[in-house]
């Protein structure tokens, strides 16, 4: 009697332990509504609960590296390759990858080594005022350059990681020297000192302060689509360009939102799953209809706004050397005076 007795905790335990087990916990700097639903799909699909712990990048990877084998996270996701490629450096994360994984996600969108995968793509490009630039004057960030755009041009800090893989992307094509120049003469051309977020150049730009500025686009689809009057305001008044188009030209700067999987994530194969599920062909169409974020496969996208904006040229430098360049990058902006 005692065996069987025995027999059953022992099962149940065992059952507890399954179920405790049923969650998948993310370090995350994104800090979207489109994730929040997207994790609790995932969770009525797969009945795996999902925890989120949401920080700046940079504090996140400090924070798995302190917490060490005794971290609980699983998945640790940023919103650009750059720092990606920081805590794959900073030996944080573990290769993971399965079948699916490699079907959804295109070889230049995921680390060739598979410590990290994109799972949205964005594009860096160029906002300008309708009324004060033509179309086509502004054709490519060497354009930036020009002696004609001086004070009307506007960026966010050199700080900023998307500014920094922009730049690295640059130097992986065209070498530090010419980085540095490009930096400098754009800093030249600036209307004032670098300061706020993307989304504060294309107000400071609808608001008369500059010209053209540097941007995200899913910023301008968030200022396009937004609930606030005065944002779509704001949007309206702006057009965008996708540089470098031109054949002999590197095409435009892209860059991800990825995930990867974190060196002692107790969950491993949830965390492969929830990858496999945002990378998925219906999750894809969530993040281009709600963020106005890219899908892996960008000819997939089923954003009205998106298609609008019609195909482009994407700078075709894997991803991953755009990551390893990104210190450089910094120092670059740094001597330009581009702060
Ligand atoms: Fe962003």
């Keep these: ?9 022992a099962i149940l335990l065992l059952s507890l332990t399954a179920l405790s087990a049923k969650e998948v916990t ?7 509504e489109a994730d929040k639903k997207l994790y609790k799909q995932f969770t009525a699909e797969t009945g795996i609960k999902v925890n989120t712990v949401k920080a700046k990048a940079d504090a996140l990877i400090t924070r798995i590296k302190e917490e060490a084998d005794k971290c609980p996270a699983d998945l640790f996701i940023a919103a650009d390759v750059g720092r990606l490629v920081k805590a794959q450096e900073e030996g944080i994360l573990q290769p993971a990858t399965s079948e699916l994984l490699q ?3 295109p070889k230049a969108l995921r680390d060739s080594n598979n410590f990290w995968t994109g799972f ?3 594009a860096r490009i160029i906002a300008y005022a309708k009324d004060r630039v033509k179309k086509g004057e502004i054709n490519s960030y060497q354009d ?3 002696p004609k755009w001086k004070g009307r041009v506007i960026a966010r800090s050199s700080s900023n990681i998307y500014n920094q893989s922009l730049l690295s992307a640059y130097i992986a094509n065209h070498g530090e020297k010419k980085a540095f120049l490009w930096a400098r003469a754009v800093k030249n051309n600036m209307a004032r000192e670098p300061e706020g977020s993307d989304r504060d150049q294309m107000r400071a730009v609808a608001a008369g302060i500059a010209d053209a500025c540097i941007v995200n686009t899913y910023y301008v689809g968030l200022l396009t689509n937004s609930k606030n009057e005065k944002d779509r305001q704001v949007a309206e008044k702006l057009a965008i360009c996708f540089p470098n188009q031109a054949e002999n030209q590197t095409g435009t700067h892209i860059n991800i939102s990825g995930g990867a999987v974190c060196k002692h994530a107790p969950n491993k194969a949830n965390a492969i799953k929830l990858l496999e599920f945002l990378t998925s062909s219906k999750a894809q169409s969530t993040f ?3 963020t106005s974020e890219y899908p892996l496969i960008r000819e997939n996208a089923t954003s009205k706004l998106l298609k609008s904006w019609g195909p482009f040229k ?3 430098i894997p991803l991953d050397t755009i990551g390893k360049h990104r210190k450089a990058a910094a120092k670059t902006f740094l001597k330009a005076g581009w702060k």
Excluded: G
Aim: charged share 25%.
């Design 144 to 146: 930036l350059m020009l």
């Design 26 to 32: 993310i370090y995350s700097y994104r800090h979207y």
């Design 1 to 9: 009697m005692r065996t069987i007795l025995n027999k059953t905790a």
């Design 103 to 105: 079907k959804q996600v």
């Design 314 to 316: 994407a700078d075709p």
């Design 120 to 122: 949205t793509v964005r």
């Design 288 to 290: 281009s209809e709600t």
